[in-house]
């Protein structure tokens, strides 16, 4: 296997019990690339994110990180690998400030001999924090506010910030932009461009075609269940991508799980 | 490339622009409650202008009456060592209702290891274990009560966490179940005649020494540490903090066994306060703890509050149990007048949280 390749899946399977949520899922991107996963409602996009993300435990199947197989217990596991999730819920605190919210699960801590009860460096989560936000050009007015105070579009930053923070291998995005107006929109996809320059590789789950388009290399189209296109941007278009979509096509490696 | 930047604000960290933070209000409320009291000492006829909070006959040396200071916080303390718990539980959006009766059955079974073996030269009559049990040294009856306390604690949490019971039925559970331990644990008779050192524990103001040292401990510990950032995380939003990989469940366990430990101890105090332990202490105690909790700013929907807001609350209802007594009035109306508080506090904090930009 090619040292180059991030990610790889084979044969990814979710059943939530008898819903089969996602069939076989054969997935690969490179180093720097942008990656697109599109699809319908239900398409198993989410579902996906969740099984590379150690969120929910796969049925079957294996991921490969940068070359290592690898199998999560949970998110912080996957974290600790290196990859950074900004979910579409919003996983945020609303009564936590911006560095607890980006430190979060992973503080920093003095006295770690005490447990659960080490100590917080608040001096050194705040430091960190800025560095991360001017990283990515996120500017919020105080970094002291709760998130319960902030703008829609100052909450997905401030999610996508922990990435900056982070120094992640792969960073997947599940709809960042679906709450956010016209310029909070504009605001994130300055960000993942920002990424695109520092070569940071990415998923990005989203429903708006224009985005789509504009941002990645290439674009993965789910259909109940099961991948059934892999298109690289250059070579098709919105129209295209619509019919795999609706299911009016589907690419002739995929056929026989286009059922 | 548009600018990213958002209104007028930039990227700044100013310490003075935090918020007026909640606990004034409590204590705005607090000196109002004072005042009112002092008020009405002045004005109602039959009270011949005595003063609630000063000195006004001279009988001690500062100017504040300092038998009624000390009578309010001794009143409200071995409650207030529970609501110190029962807040944390309450951030994570829990409950805890079996404070109450945890306070008497850990008041029989640690007193029964601090008993003393001879009374007035005669044999302890209230003696539960032969001799091996008495005059032991006062360690080992906290130490068992803490650990019968953290083992409650263990049970609430892991039927809370791991078998998703609602924090509201497991502990009402409890509730039963600890008033039958109580009762079951010498067979419904008091346990009496502590040792001296047991007695020390709860004697004079060691009551209030031991709850505003825990405040001040917890209070350091929720603001300070990972325990508390997770316990404010898991009241705020539980699915966050689990995707943030916090073992929602096991941090659960731990905030639970830190808040029967807390009621454990309290029922030490009582116990050694009173000098005997009996089966039916401690009633309603659960029930003024979660008063104070959320008199004091604790958001029952989690994630908000403070220890310092529940040492305001707890001295809010001693000020009224205090001032109620000092106009006169029996204690029918300090029970109506404390529920009116306790939903007027749960009013005002919804309405804060709507308010909220």
């Known amino acids: 296997m090619s040292d180059n390749v991030v990610l790889r899946t084979q044969a990814l399977t979710k059943h939530y019990g008898g819903v089969h949520a996602l069939q076989s899922a054969n997935f690969e991107m490179k180093k720097g690339e942008h990656v697109a996963i599109m699809g319908d409602n239900g398409a198993g996009k989410s579902t996906f994110v969740r099984q590379i993300t150690g969120v929910e435990q796969r049925t079957s199947g294996n991921v490969w990180l940068y070359g290592e197989e690898v199998n999560f217990a949970g998110p912080l596991d996957a974290r600790e690998a290196g ?128 985005q789509v388009m504009d941002l990645v290399d290439r674009i ?21 991508v619509v019919a795999y979509i609706t299911g009016a096509k589907t690419q002739p490696e995929y056929e026989e799980s286009a059922t | 490339m548009a600018d990213t930047s958002h209104g007028t604000g930039g990227l700044t960290f100013d310490t003075t622009k935090r918020s007026w933070p909640n606990e004034m209000n409590i ?22 202008d005595q003063s609630f909070l000063f000195d006004t006959r001279g009988r001690f040396d500062t100017i504040f009456n300092e038998a009624r200071l000390k009578i309010i916080i ?67 009856p906290i130490i068992v009560g803490l650990t019968f306390g953290a083992m409650i604690g263990a049970i609430n949490g892991t039927f809370i966490a791991y078998f998703r019971i609602p924090p509201f039925i497991a502990t009402l559970g409890m509730f039963l179940i600890l008033r039958g331990i109580a009762l079951w644990w010498s067979g419904g008779r008091p346990v009496s005649f502590p040792t001296e050192s047991y007695k020390f524990i709860g004697s004079g103001m060691m009551p209030v020494v031991w709850f505003l040292s825990l405040a001040a401990i917890f209070h350091l510990i929720l603001r ?69 909790a959320v008199i004091g700013g604790i958001s029952l929907t989690g994630g908000r509050g403070s220890i310092i807001g529940t040492v305001l609350g707890a001295m809010v209802l001693g000020v009224i149990r205090s001032g109620f007594t000092f106009v006169k009035l029996d204690g029918s109306y300090q029970l109506m007048a404390m529920g009116g508080i306790i939903i007027a506090a749960v009013i005002l904090d919804q309405y804060r949280q709507r308010n909220r930009a």
């Open chain 2, 224 to 292: 300070y540490t990972v325990y508390g950032k997770h316990t404010y995380a898991i009241g705020s939003n539980e699915e966050a903090a689990r995707m943030s990989g916090i073992n929602v469940r096991r941090h659960k366990v731990l905030v639970y066994m830190v808040a029967s430990m807390l009621a454990a101890f309290a029922g030490v105090v009582l116990s050694a306060k009173a000098s005997t332990a009996q089966a039916g202490m401690g009633e309603f105690y659960e029930l003024f703890a979660i008063a104070m």
């Open chain 2, 27 to 48: 204590l705005l409320a607090l000196i109002i409650i004072i005042v009112i009291f002092e008020i009405l000492g002045q004005i109602l006829p039959y009270m011949n």
């Open chain 1, 83 to 210: 990859i950074e999730t900004v979910f579409q819920t919003l996983a945020l605190a609303d009564d936590l400030d911006v560095p607890d919210n980006l430190f979060l699960g992973r503080e920093k801590t003095f006295a770690d001999w005490l447990g659960p009860f080490r100590i917080l460096d608040y001096k050194g989560m705040r430091k960190a924090t800025m560095a991360g936000l001017e990283k990515t050009g996120v500017k919020i007015p105080n970094i002291r506010n709760t998130i319960q105070n902030m703008s829609g579009g100052q909450r997905q930053c401030v999610a996508i910030a922990r990435t900056a923070t982070f120094h992640s291998r792969l960073t997947i995005m599940d709809e960042p932009t679906a709450a956010l107006g016209v310029q909070e929109t504009g605001q994130v996809e300055n960000i993942i461009r920002t990424l695109k320059e520092q070569g940071e590789p990415l998923i990005l789950v989203s429903h708006n075609m224009r």
């Open chain 2, 74 to 140: 001794l009143q409200v303390s071995i409650i207030g060592i529970i609501a110190l718990g029962v807040s944390q539980v309450i951030i994570t959006a829990g409950i805890d209702l079996s404070s109450g009766p945890l306070v008497a059955a850990t008041a029989m079974i640690a007193m029964s290891f601090g008993q003393t073996e001879l009374v007035n030269g005669n044999p302890n009559p209230k003696a539960l274990f032969g001799v091996w049990a008495m005059d032991l040294p006062v360690l080992v």
């Open chain 1, 220 to 240: 993965i189209v789910f259909r109940r269940g099961r991948i059934c296109a892999n298109l690289k941007k250059e070579e098709t278009d919105g129209q295209d």
